[in-house]
């Protein structure tokens, strides 16, 4: 990988980092303090998944890192949009689906 290039990983990360500036809205500190702490959630995030095949089991872990890291946001970004993120999140995955669901459908005449 040629230096300054992204991993697709990386750049749905920053998409969605840009995503948030937005929609929280973050001022550029923020978002720099945010950085580090978002990718090291979607990397536990995705752990959980791999290591958890129990769909209770892994909901619970879901739940208990979505807590740590609330913890963790809300003295960067304040408890509302801490917990506005979580939301966001959501409508950030449900897009990205959706855009990925158009793309594998044919387009029809």
């Known amino acids: ?3 300054g290039q992204l991993n697709p990983t990386q750049k749905v990360h920053k998409v969605f980092l840009n995503y948030l500036k937005h929609k929280l809205p973050l001022t550029s500190q923020e978002s720099i303090q945010m950085r ?3 990718a090291k959630y979607f990397l536990e995030l995705r752990n959980i998944s791999k290591k958890n095949f129990d769909p209770l089991l892994k909901e619970q872990k879901r739940i208990e890192l979505k807590i740590q890291y609330r ?7 304040g408890q509302e949009r801490a917990n506005r993120f979580f939301v966001e999140e959501q409508v950030f995955r449900k897009k990205i689906r959706e855009e990925l669901k158009s793309r594998s459908q044919p387009e029809q005449e």
């Not at 913890?71 to 960067?76: K, L």
């Open 1 to 3: 990988m040629t230096f």
């Open 36 to 38: 580090p702490l978002v």
């Open 71 to 77: 913890n963790s946001f809300t003295p960067i970004i």
